[in-house]
């Protein structure tokens, strides 16, 4: 599904302060799979998670997700392409604290022109799958730490998408709360889902559900 080929990142590119963030990554990751990128802070794994993403643009090299060289899309058609093929998961949540569950969740679905009905629908799957559907009345604010990542979750796969991508996602979570977002993770890939996760969390480490374990170090991925 994901073929990610020659990749470079370079910031700051051409000054005295140019930063080579990925350097001629190669990877391919294949549909339905579950994929952790490994690394300390500052490794490259989340910014590699942001092109894969659309989120960020590379300096050089392609990145295609089913033949399709999306590395190269105009800026509204990365939106769309966002909106319609990925679900993503932070490590600070992104949700409005002043809304409630529902709302937030409701967000992800705006772009894709979906009446008021088909809305309330999918939401309200979504809120099942990641068990917050009792929430889903609450202000965001009131929730737990494990109440607001179920609800990112929600929001994640709302659209149905094929990709999700999870940046350090169990970071701000208790080991409690990390160990029920795994088996979340586990029920999404019997979904067929993809998942890639950015992480250094050793949670993740011989999971039975994981299909690869992608070590980057200084932007390099390590054999």
């Known amino acids: 599904m994901i073929k990610i080929t020659n990749l470079n990142k370079i910031f700051n590119e051409n000054t005295k302060r140019e930063f080579h963030a990925l350097k001629n990554i190669n990877l391919e990751i294949k549909n339905s799979s579950c994929v952790i990128l490994k690394g300390i802070s500052g490794s490259g794994k ?115 998408p094929k990709i999700i991508l999870c940046d350090e996602p169990t970071a701000n979570l208790d080991y409690d709360n990390s160990i029920i977002f795994i088996e979340t993770l586990k029920m999404l890939k019997s979904l067929n889902k993809t998942i890639i996760v950015a992480t250094h969390d050793p949670i993740f480490d011989n999971l039975d559900f994981v299909d690869n374990i992608i070590n980057i170090k200084n932007g390099i991925i390590c054999e």
Do not use: W
Not at 46 to 51: E, H, N, Y
Not at 65 to 70: F, M, R, W
Not at 103 to 113: K, R, T
Not at 137 to 159: D, H, M, P, T
């Open 46 to 160: 989340s910014t590699l998670l942001s092109i894969i993403g659309t989120l960020l643009k590379p300096t050089s090299g392609s990145i295609e997700v089913e033949n399709e060289n999306i590395a190269k899309l105009p800026d509204l058609h990365s939106s769309k392409f966002r909106a319609k093929e990925l679900g993503f998961i932070f490590q600070s949540y992104n949700l409005f604290d002043t809304l409630s569950v529902k709302d937030n969740v409701s967000i992800a679905l705006i772009p894709l022109g979906f009446n008021q009905k088909q809305i309330d629908e999918m939401v309200l799957k979504a809120l099942e799958l990641a068990n917050i559907s009792h929430k889903k009345e609450e202000l965001v604010y009131n929730l737990s730490g494990g109440e607001k990542q179920r609800c990112a979750i929600a929001r994640a796969i709302v659209n149905n």
